[in-house]
């Protein structure tokens, strides 16, 4: 009797090991979602290295033209995905969308009482950003807190984010010795501009990638993404 006792209290008091939290498995549609990923990480890219000698605006108007153009062409893209294949998780989004749509819903506002629509809507020659350039920017932070789910996009867009930091940091010191590879500069300045065509936009491009890196490592490590 004893031992039988014992036997029991030993039981109630051994409690079953709890297995480790395992990280969910990838949703279906995982393809379809890096895709819009990387063609983000495209577009992007090519907005901070594109210009063209054949406008005025060397570095503005084909920048404007690739944020435009990128943007649209991935919101129409992630609608279909969504919309025929399946729903968006926000979860990586929540944060943010508020403010995102809250800046995006006054300045509508702001552009549609404004005394010159079309110049609010398009924005003006020398930049061309205007509300249309910031509804785009809307639609690429959409794709990339939607679709950046996995680990693997994850570390995709650390490196992207490294990458462009780094071209547009060498581009800048080749520039201030007077080596600038894109044939603006031919003697040392020290007000350089890299692939920006301004050098506060150059300055603040750099001021930002640095944290958002920093946020990236830490979202890779942890477990906030889906396993691969």
Not at 62 to 86: M, Q, Y
Not at 112 to 134: K, N
Not at 161 to 183: D, E, K, T
């Amino acid at each position: 009797m004893l031992r039988r006792m014992g036997r029991k209290s030993r039981q109630k008091i051994e409690r079953p090991r709890s297995a480790e939290p395992e990280t969910p498995a990838a949703p279906p549609h995982s393809l379809a979602e890096s895709a819009l990923a990387w063609s983000a990480f495209l577009f992007v890219a090519a907005v901070v290295f594109g210009f063209s000698l054949t406008v005025n605006r060397v570095f503005d108007v084909p920048k404007s033209f690739v944020l435009k153009i990128g943007g649209a062409t991935l919101l129409v893209a992630w609608t279909l995905v969504g919309v025929f294949g399946r729903f968006y998780t926000w979860s990586s989004a929540r944060v943010f969308v508020l403010p995102v749509t809250a800046v995006v819903g006054s300045t509508l506002i702001s552009t549609l009482f404004s005394h010159d629509i079309w110049m609010s809507l398009v924005g003006v020659y020398e930049r061309q950003f205007g509300w249309q350039g910031l509804f785009c920017s809307a639609a690429i932070f959409a794709v990339t807190a939607t679709c950046l789910r996995t680990k693997r996009n994850g570390i995709a867009g650390l490196f992207c984010a490294v990458f462009i930091g780094v071209v547009v940091s060498a581009c800048a010191f080749l520039q201030s010795v007077g080596r600038g590879p894109l044939g603006f500069f031919s003697a040392p300045n020290s007000k350089v501009y890299s692939t920006l065509g301004n050098a506060t936009f150059a300055g603040n491009l750099l001021a930002l990638i640095f944290p958002v890196a920093l946020g990236l490592c830490w979202v890779v490590h942890s477990r906030l993404f889906f396993a691969e």
